[in-house]
């Protein structure tokens, strides 16, 4: 990894962090349990580096380390989107919409 | 062509992502939001199975079925009252997958490891570690396998900055010289014991900041590995999850008026010394069909929940009243304090699966005012988040922490399961007031009894 290439990555990694901030700060504390799940769910994205880490078939040690960390991040993309949806599907409004939450 | 798609496949995943966190914004388009987050996570798991570097598959297949049962399992059968320790062993998964990857990098790779792509990955593997092993304390705590209580030996500081500094020295060694996997397993090992000593001494109530804490560890992890790869989806993914949890931490701490530097070094040595205010008066024990009377000709009534009564599991009959006091023409609302429970929002899921609707569900800053007009409130397992103490005494430890003031409201119903003290172990002096009672006995059964003394009122 060459200078260039880490100061784009510090770009994005700073501008995803101010997108983060503006998007996330307008969660209502009513979702903050399915928000938190679903970002575990998010984090998950290291099964990109597991799958390769997996795949790649250099020597035994890699495979099998990557193996678990496919296993790990995919329990986590899947049981936190799952989980994130059944919490969802709990919210309701009443029949009769009152004052509106923001 | 095949690299286009991958990268193209990679941008759309990450807008994707960031459309599903917008649609967290309200109820109403969360779930949409998170159809969009799914198929995010889609593409960018094909664009990575087209790359080139991957040439065999049948582990990763072996381990996506794996992953995939075992996810889905513990997704499907996890009561919601145990959502807390759910989370906190999911973000030992995600973390433990960025720290594998972090070994496996090095151990294919460690000589050619130079500079900043060396400092990327030191720092994928100490976050992914620590929080591992934070995570699954955490875990324990919650899941009642270990005392909630805090874990603290003597010399617990020194013990800790002596592992920062062999950290940090085997940090600096890695860089000056390539490939010391020596000091590459120091590292790794240390990070391991500091997830632990980070989070066993953490009091059960204080879990909400470490659960936030430990969330944008796990993320940021993520976005690490990022940047040991190069990859802009993990980099994106991941920092939305770090700050997510970031902002939840000093939420958090907001509610319960700690500080930020507390949190970002873990909550090391929390426990301080107070004094309580001089109780005056006797706690009166409320005769429970008196309550049942009070409420049913009251006007208004407002529930506060507390971790009590997911212990309880007190949802589903505190539903059933507050529908039966509805069909009276009691005005019902529940108040929920951001620090109510073991996590952030808990208790707002707790009653949304109640079938509680979500419209009647207020944060601390729309109910207070609400409290003076408010004929009873009901306070339900919870404790330290109603204490006056924390507005009107500057010497408790407390102070400062944004209460729900239900003692404005004309009168108190506070269901406990016994006369001690709270998690926190504060006398609370709310317990003492003029307009305040006490209903001993089981959350659940005592509101069972309150539903049908009110039908008959």
């Known amino acids: 990894m060459n200078a260039d290439s880490f100061i784009a990555c510090l770009y994005i990694f700073t501008l995803a962090g101010f997108l983060g901030y503006v998007v996330i700060s307008r969660v209502p504390p009513l979702l903050h349990t399915p928000l938190m799940s679903a970002t575990n769910a998010l984090s998950g994205i290291t099964l990109v580096g597991s799958l390769v880490t997996a795949g790649a078939h250099e020597d035994t040690v890699s495979t099998v380390l990557g193996l678990i960390a496919v296993i790990c991040a995919t329990i986590n993309v899947v049981g936190g989107f799952w989980i994130t949806e059944r919490m969802l599907s709990f919210f309701r409004r009443k029949e009769a919409p009152r004052k509106e939450k923001e | 062509m095949e690299h286009d798609f991958i990268e193209f496949s990679y941008l759309a995943a990450s807008v994707l992502f960031i459309l599903g966190m917008k649609g ?51 997704a499907h059968f996890v009561p919601m009252t145990a959502l807390p320790q759910q989370t906190a062993l999911s973000h030992a998964f995600g973390a433990f997958a960025a720290s594998l990857v972090g070994i496996a990098e090095f151990h294919r790779h460690g000589v050619e490891l130079t500079g900043l792509k060396m400092v990327a990955i030191n720092f994928e593997v100490l976050l992914g570690s620590l929080t591992t092993t934070g995570s699954l304390v955490a875990a324990a705590k919650l899941q009642g396998l270990m005392p909630g209580v805090p874990l ?16 940090l020295a085997a940090f ?54 990022g940047f040991a790869i190069s990859n802009n989806v993990l980099i994106i993914a991941g920092t939305l999850n770090g700050f997510s949890g970031f902002m939840l931490s000093v939420l958090m701490c907001k509610a319960m008026n700690r500080s930020i530097t507390n949190v970002l070094f873990g909550a090391f040595g929390s426990v301080s010394e107070s004094v309580a205010t001089e109780r005056t008066g006797e706690m009166r024990e409320l005769n429970l069909e008196d309550v049942a009377t009070q409420l049913a000709y009251a006007r208004q009534v407002v529930f506060v929940p507390g971790y009590g009564m997911a212990t309880a599991q007190a949802q589903h009959v505190v539903h059933e009243l507050s529908e039966t006091l509805e069909k009276r023409g009691v005005t019902v609302k529940f108040a929920v304090h951001p620090v109510a429970g073991r996590m952030p929002g808990h208790m707002n899921v707790l009653l949304a699966e ?14 207070n005012p609400d409290f003076p007009h408010t004929d009873v409130s009901v306070v339900i397992g919870a404790n330290d988040v109603v204490n006056p103490d924390a507005r009107d005494n500057p010497s408790s430890s407390i102070a400062g922490m944004p209460i729900l003031e239900v003692d404005r409201s004309k009168s108190v119903v506070v269901l406990k399961r016994g006369k001690g003290k709270g998690f926190s172990g504060l006398e609370n002096p709310l317990f003492f007031m003029e307009n305040c009672g006490l209903l001993y006995g089981d959350a659940k059964g005592t509101l069972a009894k309150l539903v049908q003394a009110v039908q008959q009122a």
């Open chain 2, 24 to 74: 967290l914004s309200h109820p109403e388009s969360a779930r949409r939001g998170m159809k969009m987050a799914q198929v995010g996570m889609l593409l960018a798991i094909v664009g990575t199975l087209l790359q080139k570097q991957i040439i065999s598959y049948e582990w990763i297949v072996v381990g996506l079925i794996i992953g995939s049962l075992i996810g889905g399992a513990i």
């Open chain 2, 354 to 367: 109640a079938n509680v609707p979500y419209s009647q569900l207020y944060e601390l800053e729309q109910i």
């Open chain 2, 152 to 167: 603290t030996f003597k010399g617990q500081n020194v013990f800790n900055f002596t592992l920062l500094f062999v950290a």
């Open chain 2, 172 to 225: 600096i060694y890695i860089l000056a010289v390539p490939g010391a996997t020596v000091a590459f397993y120091v590292m790794l090992t240390i990070a391991f014991i500091f997830g632990l000593m980070l989070v066993l001494p953490i009091a059960a109530a204080d879990m909400p900041v470490v659960m936030s804490l430990l969330n944008s560890y796990a993320g940021l992890a993520a976005a690490a590995t």
